[in-house]
T-cell receptor, first 110, second 113 residues
Framework: GQQVMQIPQYQHVQEGEDFTTYCNSS?????IQWYKQRPGGHPVFLIQ?????EVKKQKRLTFQFGEAKKNSSLHITATQTTDVGTYFC??????????FGGGTRVLVKP | NAGVMQNPRHLVRRRGQEARLRCSPM?????VYWYRQLPEEGLKFMVY????????ESGMPKERFSAEFPKEGPSILRIQQVVRGDSAAYFC???????????FGPGTRLTVT
């Protein structure tokens, strides 16, 4: 199946700072989805990227799909305490199966 | 439109007992997925079902685990003769025809003592 590695595993961020989390695959992906899971909560869909080099923005979140479609990134600007949680990338294979990465756990220092 | 519903939210079972986890998808969604999440880990796909059919069960352990999505009623994930290693959060997700995103329920946190 399509395996993805996420780095870093943990991200401690000062409130107001920017950070980036990465999702890497050894194989070419047809698409990549991103989900956010708050502590004690359930995953919530954020975005899907399909095209090579695609960039999508949601307010302070910028999602990018690499030119070779083997990696993706999520950049958050001006981090807020509401950004706390774990961010997962997940390619969706044929047949709707999602393969989640290990996630990046984001902790925000006020 | 109510979201995906799962019950119970917390379930405690002794080793050797059976656990039944229920999932009601969002209205109009005919695709149901089950995932398992161990503490501090990502979600692992278990099974994908449509009404009355198992589409992909490649993530299901071969023994003790079964899933169904009957014509009427919720989807059921059944774990027989639970062991301590089955302790985890089990999430159900649903999606409508043609959609790419999945909508997750609140999960059932199973503890095996």
């Amino acid at each position: 199946g399509q395996q993805v590695m996420q780095i870093p595993q943990y991200q401690h961020v000062q409130e107001g700072e920017d950070f980036t989390t990465y999702c890497n695959s050894s194989t070419t992906l047809s698409n990549i989805q991103w989900y956010k899971q708050r502590p004690g909560g359930h995953p919530v869909f954020l975005i899907q990227l399909v095209k090579s080099g695609e960039v999508k923005k949601q307010k302070r979140l910028t999602f990018q799909f690499g030119e070779a479609k083997k990696n993706s990134s999520l950049h958050i600007t001006a981090t807020q305490t509401t950004d706390v949680g774990t961010y997962f990338c997940a390619p969706k294979a044929a047949g709707n199966k999602l393969t989640f990465g290990g996630g990046t756990r984001v902790l925000v220092k006020p | 439109n109510a979201g995906v519903m799962q019950n119970p939210r917390h379930l405690v079972r002794r080793r050797g007992q059976e656990a039944r986890l229920r999932c009601s998808p969002m209205k109009g969604h005919s695709h149901v997925y089950w995932y398992r999440q161990l503490p501090e880990e990502g979600l692992k796909f278990m099974v994908y079902l449509q009404k009355e059919n198992i589409i992909d069960e490649s993530g299901m352990p071969k023994e003790r685990f079964s899933a169904e999505f009957p014509k009427e009623g919720p989807s059921i994930l059944r774990i027989q003769q639970v062991v301590r290693g089955d302790s985890a959060a089990y999430f159900c997700a649903s999606s409508p025809d043609g959609a790419y995103e999945q909508y997750f329920g609140p999960g059932t946190r199973l503890t095996v003592t």
